[in-house]
């Protein structure tokens, strides 16, 4: 069992031993592991390469007790180290970082009132909302990798963790905003299930980094670090500042990454289900079977993403209860303008006083957010954000009201329903499928991105007219809507106008 506080995974010394032999670890190397536990890597290292010199660091003194019999072993935290000065070597081979850093968050750490953290600062440089949603939250496996290439950028050296995929991303991204030296990098995907029984896409990532040298921000991806010989199959990386997941393929469709001309926007975000989604019988009813007489104007169709990605966008099965029209508006109003509404909502008090996102801080009773004037557009252009492919729904009215759709979806507002349709055959393009593929990480939790969905320029993405606007019929012919072929044709030259500006949510 992993030691929670530390986010503690012992690396099998055979999985070390393959990691070290893909780097290639010559005989006369210097080999630091910042985080050695019980020194795998350093034990990988003596085996592979003898006459090597191997440092390690690790804060549980048990561990440096056991990880010495195979290097010179310091009692230290990395997070009050600095790495290149710190440390003293007595040969001077090519210089191999490695290991195997915690694979938890910072939050995780904080919420089980570890002391194994860094100094308290805003990493990255998260602020306002972003900061209190989570950003300014971070894996402490990439800050460790992060703060190893940050203070040895001044040397040619080589780096090679165990780390989640998206942690691998995440430093190739911000190599890239700030201009470390990277000459190349690879990721080797590894089974992390078999290694140490944790469901994540986890591989040995490797950097090579040079100060002479132009740097370069793409990653060859290869299928399994036992099998390193085989072709890379994909390459990800930074071109022209943005993050695509596979640069050949981005190569043929980048004309259509740009700006959006709309605001997608993220649905609703309550914490309460129990409480705010009802069961359509097709009276609105608590999932216990109680059914509900609310004022009509306060409850309406609910999707979730499921719903939106297997095409059951038409089929009115939940309503929620929206109890403000804007973020932030005031709800003791109910208890005059909606008394039934009001009654249901303090017999539930409890559970939506007791609601633990700091967002509900200071808001008026029974919030909720990710709503506008925008949830009540007629039309909307929906997409799931956590389903494996990119399938967009024109999502009509149900039940003569607007549809609104939960926070795992984001979506697209509109008045007008041959503009809706017309987006929605462009954004189902097969062009556009290869520019969100060559973009997307599907191994990612919530693989389909607000920030993503922005850099689709519907008016620049080259797709063929008579196809799409032949889609966009067949789209608003089976949602029941009209569709302005006229009107269609306008549109063409220059969809969405100019956005409006972007809100908080």
């Not at 804060?59 to 990395?78: F, I, K, L, M, T």
């Not at 009509?296 to 993403?305: E, G």
């Not at 990612?444 to 008579?466: G, M, Y």
Request: aromatic content about 10%; overall charge negative.
């Amino acid at each position: 069992m992993p030691n929670n506080e530390f986010g503690d995974f012992q690396t099998p010394l055979a999985l070390a031993m393959q990691c070290l032999r893909v780097m290639g670890l010559p005989e006369d190397a210097r080999v630091l592991e910042p985080t050695c536990g019980l020194g795998s890597f350093m034990q990988a290292a003596a085996t592979l390469s003898p006459n090597s010199e191997r440092v390690g660091l690790e804060r549980h003194p048990d561990y440096v007790a056991r990880a010495s019999e195979w290097g010179r072993v310091r009692e230290a935290n990395v997070f009050h180290f600095q790495l290149a000065r710190d440390i003293s070597w007595n040969t001077s081979g090519p210089l191999f970082v490695v290991g195997n850093p915690p694979w938890v968050t910072s939050a995780e750490l904080n919420r089980m009132d570890s002391g194994n953290l860094p100094a308290k600062e805003n990493f990255k440089g998260a602020k306002g909302f972003d900061a209190m949603l989570g950003s300014s939250n971070f894996d402490v496996c990439e800050y460790i990798i992060l703060k190893a290439l940050n203070e040895h950028q001044a040397e040619p050296f080589t780096l090679g963790m165990l780390c989640k995929t998206q942690v691998a991303r995440n430093v190739i991204e911000y190599a890239a905003s700030t201009g470390l030296p990277i000459r190349e990098s690879a990721l080797y995907r590894i089974d992390a299930m078999k290694w140490f029984n944790a469901g994540v896409d986890a591989c040995w990532f490797v950097v090579s980094m040079d100060p002479r040298e132009m740097p370069q921000y793409t990653a060859d991806v290869y299928d399994d670090v036992f099998a390193p010989d085989r072709p890379a199959v994909a390459r990800f990386g930074v071109v022209d500042g943005l993050m695509v997941s596979d640069v050949d393929r981005y190569e043929a469709v980048r004309a259509g990454d740009g700006t959006c001309p709309y605001v997608w926007r993220s649905g609703l975000k309550h914490d309460a289900s129990q409480v705010f989604e009802l069961v359509a019988t097709p009276s609105p009813a608590t999932k216990s079977g109680q059914t509900l007489d609310l004022e009509a104007d306060y409850v309406l169709p609910f999707l979730k993403s499921t719903d939106i990605f297997r095409g059951r966008h038409r089929d009115l099965s939940k309503w929620v209860i929206v109890p403000q029209k804007t973020f932030g508006a005031e709800t003791a109003a109910l208890e005059h303008l909606a008394p039934k509404l009001w009654g249901y909502l303090t017999e539930n008090a409890a559970a939506l006083d007791g609601r633990k996102s700091s967002i509900y801080r200071n808001r008026p009773r029974f919030s909720v957010f990710g709503h506008g004037d925008y949830t009540y557009a007629p039309y909307k252009v929906a997409i799931s954000g956590l389903h494996k492919q990119p399938v967009f729904r024109l999502v009509p009215p149900l039940n003569g009201q607007p549809v609104v759709l939960d926070d795992t979806c984001y979506l697209l507002p509109f008045d007008d329903a041959t503009e809706a349709a017309l987006v929605t055959a462009i954004l189902n393009s097969d062009e556009c499928r290869a520019l969100v593929e060559s973009m997307v990480f599907w191994d990612s939790k919530r693989p389909i991105t607000k920030k993503l969905l922005a850099r689709l320029d519907v008016n620049r993405i080259p797709f063929d007219r008579d196809l799409v606007r032949e889609q966009a019929a067949k789209i608003a012919a089976d949602a029941d809507l009209p569709f302005d072929e006229e009107r269609a044709e306008t549109l063409f030259k220059h969809l969405g106008g100019s956005a409006p500006e972007e809100t908080l949510f």
